[in-house]
């Protein structure tokens, strides 16, 4: 609870007051664990237009699943967000990312998932997107809103490679699958739960 009202203060001001506008959609890739999860969390955001689980961060070009699992390739489990900036600002995706997406203190896991694959990782689109992601982090540190270091890194996105198609709203199509129950749904309920004026009810976008 404690650290949850420390995150929503540290944001207040560059996230859910955003008035920002825009006439075109733009795109954040965001790397929090498997891909599952976190995909199933942004459909959820008011504004977001859609979202694909896929492969960021790495040296072998066209990976799949398989060789990403390998954790040989350099890449990470991420996903990438289309978005309405003049609904949803790319801060407030930050705001979801840190506090409702993956913990942000874990190196190079998420929870049972260990491995680089499944590191926490901000893909920036351009310079404003690096100076938003660095200025959060700075803040969250500043403000001691987790018990560890935050370990996200901050990298520009060279490429982004789509997932397999098995793989796209995989949570809708198995939330009776244990690993779904015990480790993704409940972060769609913490959106609901934490952001409930960004939460819009879907089974996909």
């Known amino acids: 609870m404690i650290r949850s009202l420390m995150v929503a203060v540290v944001l207040a001001t560059v996230s859910l007051t955003s008035t920002a506008r825009a006439a075109t959609l733009q795109t954040a890739v965001f790397a929090g664990g498997c891909f599952w999860g976190v995909e199933a969390v942004f459909e959820h955001v008011k504004g977001v237009k859609s979202v694909v689980s896929g492969y960021a961060g790495g040296t072998v070009v066209n990976p799949d699943y398989e060789t990403v699992s390998s954790g040989r390739t350099g890449h990470a489990e991420a996903v990438k967000v289309t978005f309405d900036p003049a609904v949803v600002s790319y801060e407030t995706l930050l705001a979801v990312f840190f506090t409702v997406a993956h913990n942000p203190t874990e190196l190079n896991r998420q929870g049972p998932d260990v491995g680089t694959q499944y590191r926490s990782a901000i893909f920036f689109t351009n ?9 959060v982090i700075a803040q969250l540190t500043q403000a001691k809103a987790f018990p560890r270091a935050i370990v996200t890194q901050v990298a520009a996105l060279s490429k982004f490679y789509d997932a397999e198609s098995y793989h796209q709203n995989y ?8 690993y779904i129950v015990y480790n993704d749904l409940p972060k769609i309920d913490a959106l609901k739960k934490q952001y409930p004026a960004l939460w819009e009810k879907t089974q996909g976008k």
């Not at 310079?127 to 200025?135: C, D, L, R, V, Y």
């Not at 949570?171 to 244990?178: F, R, V």
Request: negative net charge; aromatic residues 6%.
């Open 127 to 135: 310079a404003e997107q690096q100076k938003s992601a660095t200025t």
């Open 171 to 178: 949570l809708y199509s198995h939330t009776d699958q244990p």
